[in-house]
């Protein structure tokens, strides 16, 4: 099989057939070959992780409650989930796109800022940290990819990266937080694997989105990047509407 059909294929197994891959980050690129693509979704199985919703502000996507008197703990799942600098665009899972921004703002790198952080402290789930950035400063599209898991023999942090230099038209790479539903849930492992990038931004988000399975999932965004000029464009998915004040 090609990559698209590959791509296919994970889209209907991996995705559309498992009922909690949790949270996903895919960086690809579109069919024309000319625009990075970024997408980002949630899922929840308790009321505190459904009770979500993406807002933007055209460039940057964060989470706020759909409805605040329902928060329990907002500690993991308020955050920012992504944001750019010129010619690095940065998303992930939760607070650690804070600490990318600022690192890379100040002169460090996507690794040293991700050795200053560890997966989830939510047992006994203990979440993956998932994050992944583009970065085309230099005239080349780099994409990144990191996973930040607990290590099944101890508390310690398995630090998992991938560097790609290019990446197929019309496909992208993706890392989810879990394999699938479980108590306790079970960790991404194994490579990032591919799933389409075809049509407008729109049938992009919304192809992941309708994959998704439709008790769990919560939010997704979608982001078009130009690498030459920088200029980006967003769109934003909710299952949830925001409870008016």
Known sequence: MNIRQIAGE????RLGENPYPGRGVVLGVDETGERLVQVYWIMGRSQ??????????????WTEAA?????????LIIYNAVRELKGVFIVSNGDQTDTVYQTLLHGGTFEQALATRAYEPDAPNYTPRIT???DVRLGRRLAKLNVLRRSAHSDATDRLYWQYETLPAGAGYCI???MGDGNPLPPFGGEPYAVPIVGGLGCIANTIWNALDEDN???L????IDPLTFESELVVLNKYEKKKA
């Not at 994970?10 to 197994?13: D, F, H, I, Y």
């Not at 459904?50 to 055209?58: L, Q, S």
């Open 10 to 13: 994970n889209l209907k197994v």
């Open 48 to 61: 505190n992780s459904r009770n979500r919703v993406f807002e933007t502000d055209g460039t940057s996507v």
């Open 67 to 75: 409805d605040p008197a329902l928060v329990k703990d907002p500690r």
């Open 132 to 134: 992944g950035v583009f």
């Open 176 to 178: 989810t937080t879990y």
């Open 217 to 219: 999932k919560v939010s």
């Open 221 to 224: 965004c979608a982001k078009w």
